[in-house]
């Protein structure tokens, strides 16, 4: 979803040995000093609620789970919180991280141009990209170049996908290597595309992402979900494709639904 007009220390993230013990807690290795991005954010973070237990659809194989939370629909402040399966249990990976999402808050009806954040759950699209090089992901990662772009075009027949051309697909799509420093880095959601639907659905949402937060202080999106700099190079690096990771977006009282 176009952002450019827009603009307005997770610690010891773990996987435990039980789960993996081949990969590092989340920040293992990382910068010691405060995240960028955080001064205008709220101070007061919800605390931990175990909000992972309250999912009721997350597939047996998904051992790894996201959810970014708020206290209602129309709030551009949210959290995030990241959990490891333990046998049939949850444990937080790390302490809440905040957050921003869309201009116009959360929604159960997204539609393409409307600043809003989809509810739902969701996986972690197969491919990261980034403006930067690869920050040392598990999943497969794309350096962009001149000419990536995500198709924002409903009248395409590569609406909501990643494609490299030498010109524009139209609508509002986006010039991906142009987006500093929104994409340094990012992971795609995958809303309005598989697995969670067969096909993009025309005008139903495009380009939901999670990444960079597009100003120093922390800003709304046009309807992803950001994080500053370390938090989100963390959280990346801590995703494995082989724990099938799942992402929960909505607010609080409305988790237990998913």
């Not at 551009?76 to 201009?103: D, H, K």
Request: hydrophobic fraction near 40%; include cysteine.
């Amino acid at each position: 979803m176009k952002r450019r007009n827009l603009l307005l220390g997770a610690a010891g993230l773990a996987l435990p040995a039980a789960v993996a013990p081949t990969i590092p807690a989340l920040g293992a290795g990382g910068p010691s000093t405060p995240a960028v991005g955080l001064a205008s954010l709220p101070t007061s973070i919800p605390p931990n609620h175990r909000l992972a237990a309250r999912l009721a659809i997350l597939p047996a194989d998904t051992r790894q789970a996201i959810i970014v939370s708020a206290t209602n629909y129309t709030t551009t402040y949210a959290t995030l919180e990241t959990y490891v399966r333990v046998n049939r249990g949850w444990q937080p990976a790390a302490a809440p991280m905040p957050a921003r999402i869309g201009s116009q808050g959360f929604s159960d009806n997204h539609v393409e141009g409307v600043p809003t954040t989809p509810t739902g759950v969701y996986s972690i699209g197969p491919t990261m990209y980034g403006i930067a090089a690869n920050p040392g992901v598990r999943y497969p990662y794309h350096r962009l170049v001149s000419g990536d772009w995500w198709n924002e075009n409903p009248s395409s027949p590569l609406y909501n996908t990643f494609q490299h051309s030498s010109t524009n697909p139209g609508g509002a799509s986006e010039a991906l290597w142009q987006e500093v420093p929104a994409y340094t880095h990012f992971a795609v959601i995958t809303y309005n595309m598989p697995p969670n639907v067969p096909t993009p659905i025309p005008n139903a949402g495009s380009g939901i992402f999670l990444h960079e937060f597009s100003t120093s202080g922390g800003n709304a999106t046009a309807g992803c979900v950001a994080l500053a700099h370390d938090h989100l190079v963390n959280v990346l690096a801590w995703l494995d494709p082989a724990l099938s990771p799942r992402i929960m977006l909505g607010p609080y009282g409305q988790i237990g639904r998913y």
